[in-house]
């Protein structure tokens, strides 16, 4: 059985991007796998954090993981400050990989732009720490979605580098696991842009806990353009609020883009998002009221991530205690 390991950032209580595009493929995952999910409360301190906030986002994310469907007694949930063996990996990881990998990475240069001399150092080393998350576990598998590519190739760059300098085969080539057409979903108010929890409209996104008048609305206020929905994919080109909002409706459906517009195309907006609107509070309803449940007892999350941390441990410690005495750390 294969060892899946993935992580998400605490960014509160996540939205339609976050749930099609990785929490939905977790869960599918757990069928014949076996799963280590993480909150990676540690990569969200590349930007300055409220510390009350970022623990209080923490719980939010984890609520909604166990909302959405996550095992945590089957599997493994925790968040990764509580498993020093990752940062215990990572400084060694900062001393394999090369500067020049790290000066390649696009996802560094989109986010520190023009202002990269004033960026943290974490968010320059972030990969180093990614592969750490993955390796410290010797998982083979990782669920990914393009932005994330690059940086999985990076670890295993460092994992080759790693057995190659020590003479040993310790770390293992690492997998990525695409689970059908990546769902990339969009701004409700921009189909350009992401769908993000950081935009500062609410309207732009569908948040996990809406309640169902609210995604209704946000659907009704959506976007769009004059024509109607065309009768094949190719009449969305260039029109991206069209095709956010099939895409959306395609991957709720478990159909493409070409099953969605047989069944709507020639069809205005106003009955096409009534339908979307209807498919979203019927996925999303029932994940919105669990998660709700467990917010309302902080402690049974607390513990749930306790008991996921304690068992990471026990697999993640000996394989970097390992590590440690490959490189010739004294342990005595």
Not at 127 to 144: K, Q, S
Request: proline letters at 6%.
């Amino acid at each position: 059985m294969h060892r899946v390991f993935s992580g998400i950032q605490p960014s509160g209580v996540p939205q339609l991007g976050n749930y099609l595009g990785a929490m939905r493929n977790w869960v599918a995952l757990q069928d014949g796998h076996e799963c280590i999910y993480c909150v990676v409360d540690l990569h969200a301190l590349t930007t300055w954090q409220d510390p009350k906030q970022l623990a209080s986002q923490t719980r939010e994310m984890a609520a909604s993981l166990l909302a959405c469907g996550i095992d945590a007694k089957q599997h493994i949930l925790f968040n990764q400050s509580a498993v020093p063996a990752h940062v215990r990996l990572a400084w060694i990881f900062n001393c394999v990989a090369r500067m020049g990998w790290l000066n390649r990475m696009t996802q560094f240069k989109d986010k520190a732009g023009k202002d990269r001399e004033n960026v943290s150092t974490g968010l320059f080393v972030y990969p180093n720490l990614m592969a750490a998350d993955i390796l410290a576990y010797r998982a083979t598998r990782v669920p990914v979605g393009d932005d994330q590519r690059q940086h999985l190739e990076l670890a295993n760059d460092i994992a080759q580098k790693f057995n190659h300098d020590y003479a040993t085969e310790f770390f293992p080539a690492i997998e990525p696991v695409i689970l059908g057409v990546a769902a990339r979903v969009m701004s409700l108010r921009d189909g350009t842009k992401k769908m993000s929890k950081s935009d500062p409209s609410d309207q732009s996104r569908i948040n996990l806990t809406d309640e169902p008048e609210a995604i209704a609305l946000k659907i009704r206020r959506a976007k769009t353009d004059p024509a109607p929905l065309p009768g094949d994919p190719a009449g969305l080109e260039g029109r991206p609020e069209a095709a956010n909002l099939v895409g959306i409706y395609a991957a709720l459906a478990g159909t493409d883009l070409a099953g969605v517009l047989r069944e709507h195309g020639g069809k205005g907006f106003g009955a096409f998002k009534e339908a979307l609107a209807e498919l979203l509070i019927s996925h999303l309803s029932p994940i919105a009221e669990e998660t709700r449940r467990w917010l309302d007892d902080p402690g049974a999350i607390d513990a749930v991530l306790r008991d996921g941390a304690a068992r990471a441990a026990e697999i993640a410690d000996p394989i970097v205690d390992e590590a440690e005495r490959l490189v010739g750390l004294l342990k005595p």
